[in-house]
Nanobody, 123 residues
């Protein structure tokens, strides 16, 4: 089992940057692909980015490609989401998630979820 705790959210002006972190418990972090998802008020949760177990491969939603970067440090059991050039439409609760096997953009394939961290981008 994996427990996930996100941090790093907050209020930022449009054009600014934030880095989210997700700390995982357990000694098997490197056996899980990781993903970031977000949910805006009144909207469904949506895929943002995912990364392979080794960190060698990443995949992004079109809406964040070129602005966000996902990375992981398996020695620290942590996955990150660097968010640059933030826009008001990026405002949402951001969740990290873990799944066995290869990386995926499919929400319903993830087994473990964090509690989320709020990101608010003001215009």
């Amino acid at each position: 089992q994996v427990q996930l705790v996100e941090s790093g959210g907050g209020l930022v002006q449009a054009g600014g940057s934030l880095r989210l972190s997700c700390a995982a418990s357990g000694r098997t972090f490197s056996s899980y692909a990781m993903g970031w998802f977000r949910q805006a008020p009144g909207k469904e949760r949506e895929f943002v980015a995912t990364i392979r177990r080794s960190g060698a491969g990443t995949y992004y939603a079109d809406s964040v490609k070129g602005r966000f970067a996902i990375s992981r440090d398996n020695a620290k059991n942590t996955v990150y989401l660097q968010m640059n050039s933030l826009k008001p439409e990026d405002t949402a609760v951001y969740y990290c998630a873990a799944r066995s096997g290869t990386y995926s953009s499919l929400i319903n394939t993830y087994d473990y979820w964090g509690q989320g961290t709020q990101v608010t981008v003001s215009s």
